[in-house]
């Protein structure tokens, strides 16, 4: 099997994981801040393990400044999923999901907003298609959206979702020089006293399988998850990644159908193409060229030769995650 090969079946393997995130959740019968609490809780032991084992706790990479910036990617990743897992219960686990993938548009905004990144007429466009999927899937009508309503609130949590997770991206990217996996424990642990106060142990009596679910969503969807993840995004071309990310809402839709019952309709079927199409335009859109300079009348004497720019810089490779 070849590195590429290897990449993919672990990438579609982990996609596959995040599309039975919402029954775990569901079938926890926790509230989301308890859902989310126990899910860092173990899922800091689980990632916690395995960077201890593979020793990437010595000689860690971070800084002051960049464990800061994991950290407060930390507070975003750990309140989306608070918004996410509110989302399940107001609207459905098909609906919320693909609402939440608009994610990638999210990145591509607050970059332009706080950091000033080129927004191309293109990219603007793929956006408002984006949009027209948007309206369609959430299936809320104008009356609805006057009047309110559960639903509403809930299609307004998972774009809020999307939105903390947009904000999680543009941070931990300026993160370099340390593992994926000692970013993502540091993340998890973050959230346990984020949480704490809202946590509700006295609810968590009785629970009896729910722990079962509740473990499950630590070790498995943020343990054995990332992990596939992170060695997969090693493996694969930016290309690929952004493809097999759909394997999580197409999981996510299936699941909920199969274990609860729950389509969307005829009408929002129609919004689920455009989404997924102008999110690959948007993931995979080239960078913009830079304008070019006019010559030099003569060239500067004893002048030591420049790096091109941004030379030493890895590229950035970004995937839908929950």
């Known amino acids: 099997m070849t590195p590429e090969h290897k990449g993919t079946a672990q990438l579609t393997a982990a996609m596959a994981l995040s599309g039975t995130l919402g029954v775990f959740v569901v079938e926890s019968g926790a509230s989301p801040f308890n859902v989310v609490f126990f899910r860092v809780l173990f899922g800091a032991l689980a990632l916690g393990a395995y960077v201890t084992a593979r020793g990437w706790l010595r000689d860690h990479g971070f800084t002051p400044r960049t464990l800061g910036l994991a950290a407060l990617g930390g507070v975003f990743i750990v309140l989306n999923w608070v918004l996410l897992f509110s989302s399940y219960r107001s609207t459905s686990i098909s609906v919320a999901t693909v609402v939440y993938h608009t994610q990638p548009f999210y990145v591509v905004l607050l970059g332009a907003l706080l950091f000033r990144e080129r927004l191309t007429a293109a990219t603007v466009g793929w956006i408002g298609v984006a949009f027209a999927g948007l309206v369609l899937v959430s299936g809320v009508t104008p009356g609805e959206l006057a009047h309110g309503g559960t639903?509403?609130?809930?299609?307004?949590?998972?774009?809020?979702?999307?939105?903390?997770?947009?904000?999680?991206?543009?941070?931990?990217?300026?993160?370099?020089?340390?593992?994926?996996?000692?970013?993502?424990?540091?993340?998890?642990?973050?959230?346990?006293?984020?949480?704490?106060?809202?946590?509700?142990?006295?609810?968590?009596?009785?629970?009896?399988?729910?722990?079962?679910?509740?473990?499950?969503?630590?070790?498995?969807?943020?343990?054995?998850?990332?992990?596939?993840?992170?060695?997969?995004?090693?493996?694969?071309?930016?290309?690929?990644?952004?493809?097999?990310?759909?394997?999580?809402?197409?999981?996510?839709?299936?699941?909920?159908?199969?274990?609860?019952?729950?389509?969307?309709?005829?009408?929002?079927?129609?919004?689920?193409?455009?989404?997924?199409?102008?999110?690959?335009?948007?993931?995979?859109?080239?960078?913009?060229?830079?304008?070019?300079?006019?010559?030099?009348?003569?060239?500067?004497?004893?002048?030591?030769?420049?790096?091109?720019?941004?030379?030493?810089r890895p590229a950035t490779r970004a995937a839908c995650e929950a």
């Open 151 to 312: 639903y509403v609130t809930g299609i307004g949590q998972a774009l809020l979702a999307a939105l903390l997770y947009g904000l999680s991206t543009l941070v931990t990217k300026r993160v370099t020089g340390v593992r994926p996996h000692l970013i993502a424990l540091v993340q998890v642990l973050v959230g346990i006293p984020l949480l704490l106060p809202f946590a509700d142990f006295a609810a968590m009596r009785g629970t009896g399988a729910g722990w079962g679910w509740l473990v499950g969503l630590g070790v498995v969807h943020t343990g054995l998850m990332y992990v596939l993840m992170y060695a997969a995004y090693a493996r694969l071309p930016t290309a690929k990644i952004a493809v097999l990310a759909f394997v999580y809402p197409v999981v996510a839709m299936v699941m909920d159908w199969a274990v609860y019952g729950h389509h969307i309709g005829p009408v929002q079927a129609l919004g689920v193409p455009l989404i997924a199409v102008a999110s690959l335009k948007v993931t995979l859109r080239k960078p913009a060229r830079r304008s070019p300079r006019p010559p030099a009348a003569a060239p500067a004497p004893r002048t030591a030769a420049r790096a091109p720019e941004d030379a030493s």
